[in-house]
């Protein structure tokens, strides 16, 4: 079993359509949490950090779970140019990062 | 302000032969990390240096190394490379262990 593990899709969705992303991690001494986005062969860029409590940041909500050792990203209104891979990371105090293998996302018009 | 640099932007080996990539990070951090990407995988983490000192290690042989600098760049080395070492390599920054700044990777091919 991975470490981090995502739903692969893809996600096809039209244009101002909701989505969720979900992601789960096995290693309970992680201590931080991202989602970062990546498009066609480049790298990745961070989106987001996640908290415990729970942010937003314009069309995007990231939450998390630590019972259930669960991280959600909702995108509401989807645009043509959310279409990209999106990476759930998770850290450890040691500093170690573990990716998710990204769900893709498509947004048609 | 510079982001993170990497070169060369592509490079082509020969198995056996050995490589070196170089990062220099984001002015202000501290800390490189080094991944590896297959297609259609994530970045899988190699190793992270901070004070120039290895600090985190992946699940990854001995042939792989690295060092960083007293200007924080660094430098990952290949030794003996195989077929299965193609693929996309990317340096992150980060200031301590908080949010890594990616750039845009180094790919690597090996014939």
């Known amino acids: 079993r991975k470490e981090v593990e995502q739903d692969p899709g893809p996600f096809n969705v039209p244009e101002g359509a909701t989505v969720a992303f979900n992601c789960t991690y096995s290693?309970?001494?992680?201590?931080?949490f991202f989602w970062y986005r990546q498009d066609c062969r480049k790298e990745p860029k961070l989106l987001m950090s996640?908290?415990?409590s729970g942010n937003e940041d314009g069309r995007f909500t990231a939450q998390l779970n630590r019972a259930s050792q669960y991280i959600s990203l909702l995108i509401r209104d989807s645009k043509l140019s959310d279409s990209a891979t999106y990476l759930c990371v998770v850290n450890t105090n040691a500093g170690k990062s573990t990716f998710g293998d990204g769900t893709t996302l498509t947004v048609k018009p | 302000d510079a982001g993170v640099t990497q070169s060369p932007t592509h490079l082509i080996k020969t198995r056996g032969q050995q490589v070196t990539l170089r990062c220099s990070p984001k002015?202000?951090?501290?800390?490189v990390s080094w991944y590896q990407q297959a297609l259609g995988q994530g970045p899988q983490f190699i190793f992270q240096y901070y004070e120039e000192e290895e600090r985190q290690r992946g699940n990854f042989p001995d042939r792989f190394s690295g060092h960083q600098f007293p200007n924080y760049s660094s430098e990952l080395n290949v030794n003996a490379l195989l077929l299965g070492d193609s693929a996309l390599y990317l340096c992150?920054?980060?200031?301590?262990?908080?949010?890594?700044?990616f750039g845009p990777g180094t790919r690597l091919t090996v014939t």
């Open positions: 290693n309970s001494a992680s201590q931080s």
């Open positions: 002015s202000g951090h501290d800390t």
């Open positions: 992150a920054s980060s200031l301590r262990a908080y949010e890594q700044y």
């Open positions: 996640v908290y415990s």
